[in-house]
């Protein structure tokens, strides 16, 4: 196994920490419970926080589950150390989460140099490729990475890969124009395996309408041995998509909360 319980990296890349400052539940016989999924999202984020932020950053806020405890951790950091943040959020709900904790919000406009970006994912493969989208917000969170210093992803197991769609099923955001989600959809077909799904609203009728307005094809049963740069470049080519979840080369470190209470670390 590429990992040991340490801060040290090891040959691989990869090294498991314990984080500070958070708490296991633990059974009658005062072993550590297992932690949950909400435990590891915590425990990631809070890890990722702690190793990331400093003095004067301008932080991109990613959107989920995941990145509610980093801003939760972000804001007590800046109460505690009595730092000076700025935050981009990459939606409306990281912009919320924002707004309650708090914490100063800019934007690309006046801060265009971002020194960190925090975000989660839905699926993270062993180059550290993520399908990301889940939540409909690739499009602002891809935006806002591109123009962080690093984009540092924060996940429970999983999410933890070896190839992308081996853990992940509801398949690979495409942010689309809404008058060409049909003639996207047919060329889409005509070059790749699987099915490209109009993703749907839950409490409304008719499709998703992400917070640009557009709609999203969900991309599922893909041949998980493609080439997702190349295929990255060749969906990017189609008149009317605007985005897509494939994060390729873009990610300096991922942080997996374990289910024994430890942090896995993945770099590039
Ligand atoms: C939203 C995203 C999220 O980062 C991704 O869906 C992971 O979310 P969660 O932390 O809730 O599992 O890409 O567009």
Known sequence: MCARISNLRNTCGLFIHKTPGIKLRKFQNNTAAMS???DAKKLAAYQ???DHVKNDYIIGIGSGSTVVYAVERLAQKVQKEKLSVLCVPTSFQARQLVVKHRLPLTD????PKLDVCIDGADEVDSRLTLIKGGGGCLLQEKIVASCANKLIIIADYTKNSNKLGEQYKKGIPIEVIPMAYT???SHLESIYKGQF???MAVNKAGPVVTDNGNFILDWKE???NL???KVNQGIMMIPGVVETGLFVKM???AYFGMPDGSVKVQDA
């Open 48 to 50: 990722a926080v702690d």
């Open 222 to 224: 893909f041949d998980q």
């Open 36 to 38: 949950t999924i909400e």
């Open 251 to 253: 990610v300096e470190r």
């Open 197 to 199: 799904a109009l993703r």
């Open 227 to 229: 080439d997702w740069a």
């Open 183 to 185: 003639p996207i959809q």
């Open 108 to 111: 690309l406009d006046v801060s």
